[in-house]
């Protein structure tokens, strides 16, 4: 079984300060912006180049110069995150998740990866410095520097994540995230989705959802009941 975590909201919560400023430091660097925080987008569930482009547009950088930019601001994005990121983030993994993946890692069949909407090095950062990144392969996942369209990540993952040439099942693959836009890019990938409410949303708002969990110790019963085929923990 593929299991693609999201991050932010899922394995951890709170640890986007240092991204927002290496986001709009950016945004400054790249298309001279002087005040990206004035644009008020919601980032949750979205890639960080849709959260950058939203916030463009808001400011009336045409789109024709948003895409010329978008390799530079990718770059000032990961090198601003580099020098901002404190040097722990321990204390925003969410109770709980270091002791799941370590079971779920054990567990024959099982292959942790991820489907986040942060830029590869953005993530792949913020995981160590959380003591996650240990879990996580590289070459594995898909994240915001592949696809502005997070529907687009899923497809990629299972890619990744297969053998022979072909991509991992999608029958085979579940997605855990914490918001509606990580329940459509499951869905329009075909995946399954458990919805976890340790993110913004409650779930009244994660109803499309083939599961929900409100905390990490629910989300490892539906888990586990999922990977010793019991359907009926999940549906
Ligand atoms: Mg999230």
């Given at each position: 079984m593929l299991l693609l975590f999201d991050i932010d909201?899922?394995?951890?919560?709170?640890?986007?300060r240092a991204h927002r400023q290496a986001l709009h430091a950016a945004l400054g660097d790249?298309?001279?912006?002087?005040?990206?925080?004035?644009a008020h987008v919601d980032p949750a569930g979205r890639t960080d180049m849709e959260i950058a482009r939203a916030i463009l547009l808001d400011s009336g950088v045409s789109a024709g110069r948003i895409d010329d930019g978008v390799m530079d601001f990718r770059a000032a994005c990961a090198r601003e995150y580099s020098r901002l990121?404190?040097?722990?983030?321990?204390?925003?993994?969410?109770?709980g998740i270091p002791e799941l993946l370590e079971e779920l890692a054990r567990r024959p069949g099982v292959t942790l990866s991820l489907v986040t909407g942060n830029l590869e090095p953005i993530a792949r950062l913020k995981l160590a410095r959380s003591g996650l990144g240990v879990h996580f392969a590289p070459g594995q996942g898909a994240f915001g520097s592949d696809a502005e369209d997070r529907t687009e990540l899923p497809a990629l993952a299972r890619r990744r994540a297969g053998a022979d040439g072909l991509p991992h099942p999608r029958q085979q693959t579940i997605l855990i995230g914490d918001t509606p836009r990580d329940i459509a890019c499951a869905h329009a990938d075909g995946v399954l989705c458990i919805a976890v409410?340790?993110?913004?949303?409650g779930s009244e708002d994660l109803g499309d959802a083939d599961a929900f969990a409100p905390d990490p110790a629910r989300l490892r019963e539906l888990l586990l009941g999922r990977l010793t085929g019991s359907r009926a923990a999940v549906d």
């Amino acid at each position: 079984m593929l299991l693609l975590f999201d991050i932010d909201g899922t394995l951890m919560s709170g640890a986007t300060r240092a991204h927002r400023q290496a986001l709009h430091a950016a945004l400054g660097d790249v298309y001279g912006l002087a005040d990206p925080a004035g644009a008020h987008v919601d980032p949750a569930g979205r890639t960080d180049m849709e959260i950058a482009r939203a916030i463009l547009l808001d400011s009336g950088v045409s789109a024709g110069r948003i895409d010329d930019g978008v390799m530079d601001f990718r770059a000032a994005c990961a090198r601003e995150y580099s020098r901002l990121c404190p040097p722990s983030l321990a204390e925003f993994v969410i109770a709980g998740i270091p002791e799941l993946l370590e079971e779920l890692a054990r567990r024959p069949g099982v292959t942790l990866s991820l489907v986040t909407g942060n830029l590869e090095p953005i993530a792949r950062l913020k995981l160590a410095r959380s003591g996650l990144g240990v879990h996580f392969a590289p070459g594995q996942g898909a994240f915001g520097s592949d696809a502005e369209d997070r529907t687009e990540l899923p497809a990629l993952a299972r890619r990744r994540a297969g053998a022979d040439g072909l991509p991992h099942p999608r029958q085979q693959t579940i997605l855990i995230g914490d918001t509606p836009r990580d329940i459509a890019c499951a869905h329009a990938d075909g995946v399954l989705c458990i919805a976890v409410g340790t993110g913004p949303h409650g779930s009244e708002d994660l109803g499309d959802a083939d599961a929900f969990a409100p905390d990490p110790a629910r989300l490892r019963e539906l888990l586990l009941g999922r990977l010793t085929g019991s359907r009926a923990a999940v549906d």
